[in-house]
């Protein structure tokens, strides 16, 4: 309701992190002058934290950039969006012509998944370009996750969620929500949830290396030694068999491999695995007995347990426990919840399953997973020939900034120099735009409709909630969904076309399947008749309308009448509850058998290593990185309100390390890793335990020719340049980022 003639407010969701809370935008003429939580938003219920505090700083910084850039004569100079497309034809197109569409390579940010045009327009780009050489922000952070998922359940994507409202007992490994809200778990005011659990008379237990904001809040406090937390969860498996307290209860129905599971895990006694991971035999054992006995729990492991030597395994064996304890499915454990795009539920029975491995990276052979190559492994597929296929020579980014999120980041940058062709979809000329030749920048959030495709699939209560763009567009940009139909049509031989044709494939060709479908609410119908149906103001809307009606609350186009539809969206501003998170199996299963698929071959296969891993020690300090409230990877460090106070890029380490190596508290040190060296201020602090040092990651703003003015004040430093990207999780390909071994000295000194 405006409140002036020259002020008013809108809604609109948060983009700025995976807890997708509901604000209240106040906006004056165009501009977003105040941001609160909007109390009527009916998941996050007017909870906000600092980055949605500060929507309006990030949607009006000055740094954005308005207009295209297009290179001439080595320059980024500002262009109009006709010649833009233009050169991204003419510098596209040859390279495909010339050396297949592998030698165009996709790198997709983290950044997509919070935009509807991000989750709508890449996928058909990549269907059209046919390229392999795809590399996203998912194997620098939760691929572990979807591979384990796709072994145990057929689907990358099937990923079960704590139910954080119900649940007696919460055991965290690896995740800091009171710093990053919650990841694959979209929950708004996670503490707050954490908080209730106690009040309710719950247990919560952190496993972490540091003693973070929530470990300070939990029952218990675990400080594994970095990178062996599947080595304490399959000691926690051993001892439910053990002594008898595995009972999968309903569950067992619908899980096949527990005997051979049990064999399996025949090692990993508390006993053996103590030393390795720096936790008593006897508090193993106790925490495998007080998960058994809760009347509900959720096992919930996140980045810290995914960037490590075992990532796989340990997102494997979080499922392991919920299912062993009967945990898995039933409220207050951990469930699978249904957003309302997902596609028309299929009847339950056996499917294709999961597969890993169709296709390997060119120079290292890593396996692709869930269509992706790692990300580590960019640098090499650009800078080096090999007798087999061309290297890539013509990159598209959107919303990326690997030159900082991936590992070897100098390596990175001399390899995009290199490149013949690069477009990049930006809102700032960055550490890595700044190699494009064509910079596209879409407009700031207030002036796009959002929907949250992949994060209402994570989701602690089905809900659905929709914006339109709180501001106008303005004058001579270009919205981002245009955008990137417009750069799928100029990388597709289609240059020019109308990019509504874009949408008006993808209705075609999703209606023209869901009529063939049996279980589908339109089986048998006209796919042009269903298509004319179809309402919005655009292309994008249209398809949402599309997804919602054929999804499992939609109305099936008129089959049942009370069911969603965009335009029934739109009448709810404040978004729909659709309710708690329901028991669902066996649908969702797609794996082979019908079954969850407890003990798949892949992970047989990975278990020797995990054998191997009770012998080691590290040898000296290892790093881990850590998250900040008012920071995400390297997408906020231009917002003055959100970088004020002391200087957060700083290395942790504990005081007898510190004494150890003749440190104190603001001395300048020097940071080796086998990809190189970095200098940052100590910081220390009992919040680390002995061992391991911590630097935060997204950091290292000062290099040449970037326009991110307040970020260059105060650069900190780029953590990842410490590795040299041969680390991997060999399953899912996923960056070792955690627990990697590093020397510490002070600067000056030799080490």
Sequence with gaps: MSTTT???????????????????????GTRVTKARGDRDDVFSKGFICPKGASFGAA????????????????????????????????????????????????????????????????????????????????????????????????????????????????????????????????????????????ARGGTLTVVDPRLTRTAKLADRHIAIRPGTDALLLAAMAYVLFEEGLADLGDLAAHVEGVDELALTLGEFTPEATADACDVEADTIRLMARELAAAPTAAVYGRIGSCTVPHGTLASWLVDVLNILTGNLDRPGGALFPQSATDKTPRPAGPGRGFGLGRWRSRVSGHPEA????????????????????????????????????????????????????????????????????????????SQAPHFDFAFNAFAVRNQVRYNRAAVPLEEGRMAETEILARLTLAATGMHGADPSAVDDLVIGQTLGKAVKEAHSPVHG?????????????????RRLDMMLRLGPYGDGFGARPDGLTLEKLLAHPHGIDLGPLRPRLPQPLKTVS?????????????????????????????????????????????????????????????????????????????????????????E????????????????????????????????????????????????????????????????????
């Design 59 to 198: 949607d009006g910084d000055p740094d954005r950039l308005r207009t295209p850039l297009v290179r001439r004569d080595g320059e980024l100079r500002e262009a109009t969006w006709e010649e833009a497309f233009d050169a991204v034809a003419a510098g596209l197109r040859p390279v495909v012509e010339a050396h297949g569409p592998n030698a165009v390579g996709v790198v997709l940010g983290n950044p997509n998944v919070h935009t509807m045009a991000g989750a709508l327009y890449p996928p058909v780009l990549l269907a059209g370009l046919g390229t392999r050489s795809l590399f996203t922000a998912s194997t620098v952070d939760q691929m572990p996750k979807h591979v384990s998922s796709g072994l145990l359940y057929g689907d990358a994507h099937a990923i079960p969620v704590p139910d954080l409202d119900h649940t007696d007992h919460l055991l965290l490994l690896g995740a800091n929500p009171l710093e990053s809200n919650g990841s694959l778990c979209t929950a708004p005011d996670f503490p707050g949830k954490l908080k209730a659990l106690k």
């Design 370 to 445: 869930k269509g992706e190559l790692p990300l580590s492994s960019l640098a090499e597929e650009i800078d080096t020939a090999t007798p087999e296929g061309s290297p890539i020579r013509a990159l598209v980014t959107v919303a990326a900034n690997p030159v900082l999120s991936a590992p070897d980041g100098d390596r990175l940058d001399k390899a995009l120099g290199s490149l013949d062709f690069m477009v990049s979809v930006d809102p700032y000329l960055g550490e890595t735009a700044r190699h494009a030749a064509v910079v596209l920048p879409p407009p700031p959030p």
């Design 6 to 28: 020259d002020s008013r407010t809108a809604l609109r969701i948060c983009p700025l992190c995976e807890a997708t809370c509901g604000l209240t935008l106040t906006i004056e």
């Design 525 to 541: 119908r006209d796919p042009q008749e269903l298509a004319g149906l179809l309402t919005g103001d655009s292309g994008p809307e």
């Design 594 to 682: 019908g079954k969850v698929e407890l003990l798949p071959q892949p992970i047989v296969d990975d278990l020797p290593r995990l054998r191997a891993a009770l012998r080691e020690r590290p040898a000296g300090l290892v790093l881990i990185g850590r998250r900040h409230l008012r920071s995400n990877n390297s997408w906020l460090h231009n917002i003055p309100a959100l970088t004020g106070g002391t200087n957060r890029c700083t290395l942790h380490i504990h005081p007898e390390d510190a004494d150890r190596l003749g440190l104190a508290d603001g001395d300048t040190v020097r940071i080796k890793g086998a990809g190189g060296e970095v200098t940052a201020p100590v």
């Design 684 to 751: 220390v602090t009992d919040g680390v335990r002995t061992g391991v040092v911590s630097l935060p990651h997204g950091w290292g703003h000062d290099r040449p020719g970037t326009r991110m003015s307040h970020a260059a004040l105060d650069p900190g430093v780029n953590v990842n340049q410490l590795l040299d990207g041969s680390l991997l999780d060999p399953l899912s390909g996923n960056a070792v980022l955690n627990g990697v071994p590093v020397e510490v000295s002070r600067a000056g000194a030799t080490l």
